[in-house]
């Protein structure tokens, strides 16, 4: 049971609009979003600074720091959802998608700039800052507004995983679950 009720239909006419705009066609609004629109002002500030628009990084590069980051931060909730909705258009296979919950930030199923973003969210998560060596790696792949959209986008995510796990949400019913087997704990980013 969440620990705050979503908000039911009919919504305020400007929440309604906004999870018309946030979901797609013939889709539910996520509980997340129900939940969140019980305070209708985090609710429109939280999801104007959404990052899901077309940036700097790729569609399959945003999803890498998404699902790394929501892995991390044990977030099962929100890795489903991003799982379901864009884990195909990102062209990820079984083993990235496994990968990015249970792998180390070298697998061998990633290229070498997306193995360097995967280590971004792990020195992010564990050190709360990205280390030089890491740093040098980004910088070889990404240029400033790439890098800095991704550690925007971990900062949002933590935030995002944050009000997951402390509404105790349950699942979307068409959310893939957690991989079985789970790092405890993570091994350190390089």
Known sequence: MPRIAPAEPPYEPEIASALARIMPEGVPPLLLFRTMARNPRVFHRL?????????????????????????????????????AFFAEKAGFTDAQVAATATGGSDADCWSEAEQTLLAAVDDLVDHRTIGEAVWTRLAKHFDEQQILETIALVGYYHTISFLCRALALRAESYTVPFPSIRPQPWPAAR
């Open 47 to 83: 999801f104007a600074g959404g990052l899901l628009d077309r940036g700097s990084l790729t569609l399959r590069q945003r999803e890498i720091v998404i699902d790394r980051t929501t892995a991390r931060l044990d977030c099962a909730y929100e890795w489903g959802v991003h799982i």
